[in-house]
Structures are given as C-alpha cells and as structure tokens.
C-alpha cells in the first residue's frame, strides 16, 4: 500500500496494490475509485484533501494479531 499526496493540487492518492484499473467510479465529486477486473478496490483519489481529511496528521499503525 503507498500513499501519495500532491501538495500542489491538493490530491491524496491511495495505491491499495498494483492490480490493472479497468473501471472508476464516483463516490461524490472529490473521491473517485479505481477497481480492478473482479471489482476489487485498487485506488482511491481525493480531490480537496486538507478540506476533506486529516492529511497534515497522517499516520499508518499496524496491530498484530492477538493470539487466543
């Protein structure tokens, strides 16, 4: 997974994986997805994202699995 952000036009960009994009749709007019051939997500672009998210204070954590 690899975030990218565009300082210059305001633009987030999320790479889930590097799957062929063979459709996008809409969520709204600032968020689009791109999807690959079995619909799963690969990317997701938003427009407006200082007004939209919490971009300046991103951070990435992972939990490891609890063992039972």
Not at 2 to 15: E, H, I, M, P, S
């Amino acid at each position: 997974m690899k975030v990218t952000y565009f300082d210059d036009t305001d633009t987030l960009l999320v790479n889930f994986n590097d799957h062929k994009i063979v459709e996008t749709k809409d969520l709204n007019e600032n968020t689009l997805i791109e999807l690959d051939e079995n619909g799963n997500i690969v990317s997701m672009t938003i427009e407006h994202a200082k007004q939209q998210t919490e971009v300046s204070s991103f951070s990435f954590n992972q939990v490891a699995k609890m063992e039972v």
